[in-house]
């Protein structure tokens, strides 16, 4: 008998190191209920995309400026998360904007990951190094990633795990950002990918 697997579809726009994490957890079964079945890039040549060729996952380059709205935007996108009958959707680094449309339909179907403590250094303006910037403006001592649905709030949906990460004297934005990464994002996404496949296939 085959096992039942959540089909996972991952959105990025850039490196693509969550991405990796969430390959990486795969193929050492840390993700074991779902199955990462396509990746989407909003943007082209992206790093992410070489990264899902050499683990043999699908790739798809949708592009907003080849369509002439949001709207016809998101619908190719979804074309393509239904023709694969994808349950889970995974935005790893995507910095498109995504409509309550969207969102609403696929209510606690869309994971995000966010390089900080929410609800600190999060909402419209703060992605990438934006926020690292701002944590190390403010002084904390302390920040991390936070993984959450997506709601219609930027950044406002539940919960699902967070992991701190110290502020070091000297920090700049980058190495903060690495930390952050390499100590909270790259371990929380796969976990609370995980967690939600395991709860889609009980369903
Ligand atoms: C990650 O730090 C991710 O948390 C952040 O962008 C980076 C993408 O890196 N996302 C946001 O800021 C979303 N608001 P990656 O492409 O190497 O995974």
């Not at 000297?170 to 390499?182: A, C, H, Y």
């Not at 967690?195 to 369903?203: L, T």
Request: hydrophobic share 40%.
């Amino acid at each position: 008998m085959t096992e039942k697997k959540a089909k996972i579809a991952v959105l990025v726009s850039g490196g693509g190191t969550n991405l990796q994490a969430l390959i990486d957890a795969q193929n050492n079964e840390i993700i074991n209920s779902g199955e990462i079945k396509l990746v989407i890039s909003n943007k082209d040549g992206a790093y992410a995309l070489t990264r899902a060729e050499n683990a043999g996952i699908k790739t798809y380059t949708v592009l907003k400026k080849n369509f002439n709205s949001q709207t016809e935007f998101e619908n190719e996108i979804v074309r393509i998360l239904d023709e694969n009958e994808i349950d889970l959707i995974v935005l790893a680094g995507f910095m498109a904007i995504l409509s309550e449309k969207f969102i609403s339909h696929y209510e606690k179907r869309i994971l995000n990951v966010h390089p900080s403590l929410i609800p600190s250094f999060c909402g419209e303006g703060f992605y990438g190094l934006r926020v690292h910037e701002a944590a190390l403006k403010k002084g904390v001592k302390v920040t991390g990633a936070t993984v959450h649905f997506v709601n219609e709030i930027p950044d406002g949906g539940e919960i699902i795990m967070q992991k701190a990460v110290e502020v070091k004297d000297g920090d700049t934005p980058e190495i903060l950002q690495k930390r952050v990464m390499e100590n909270a994002e790259w371990i929380i996404l796969p976990q609370s990918t995980e967690k939600i496949c395991k709860q889609i296939i009980s369903e």
